[in-house]
């Protein structure tokens, strides 16, 4: 993953890292407990870090294996193997977090969008998740449920969608036109969402 990550110029732990900081204080970086949701093989707690946090952050995945090479980075202050699916919640008390980050996990065959409300409830109140999600070509049904249940969540005063912007995800420029590669889908999303104060 890694491997192929840099050939194609991987940018969005950087872009989710730096949103992440552009919300919080100088004081909160210091000691704000983090969770890297969907830690993969670490890139993201890197990508924090250099962003400034310099409190806890917390790894869970669902495969050991990345969890390992995780951890190796040296970044992660505990390390949580876990599959999140709507009937095997995240195992962490409520309200453990003072923010979520997840980076290209929210994804078709990764964490379903019906994972979203549990993932609220380990957030403080008024605490922000980030997540970077792709909509290409072959995520349509995700795209249509994940943004279904981000309206049912704002509709039911849980969440505030506070900004979605588009940015380039992977930088393709040598990859040849022979894998029939949709420059569209070099973009994705960077979401910010904030939990309300009320539950
Ligand atoms: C596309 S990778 C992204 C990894 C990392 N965030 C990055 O940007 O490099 C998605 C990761 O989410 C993990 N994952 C997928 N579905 C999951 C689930 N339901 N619960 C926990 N982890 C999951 C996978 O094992 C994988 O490490």
Redesign the pocket.
Known sequence: ??SD?KSMT?N??DVAAQKAASLVSREQMEHFKLL?????????GVALRRAGFLGDISA????PG?LKLAMEKGTYSDETE????SSNPLPYPDQSFDMVV????F?K????SD?LEDVLRVLKPLSYLIA?VRFDRHMQDYKARFYNELDRLEAAGLIKICSRDKYLHYRWDEVSDEFEVNFEDQYAHVLVLQKSGNN
């Open positions: 993953w890694e990550m991987y969005a732990p890297d949701l969907g830690t993969g093989t670490g890139i993201s869970l995945d669902g495969s990345m876990h599959l999140l699916t997840s980076v290209s996990s994804t065959h990764h964490i379903e994972c970077t």
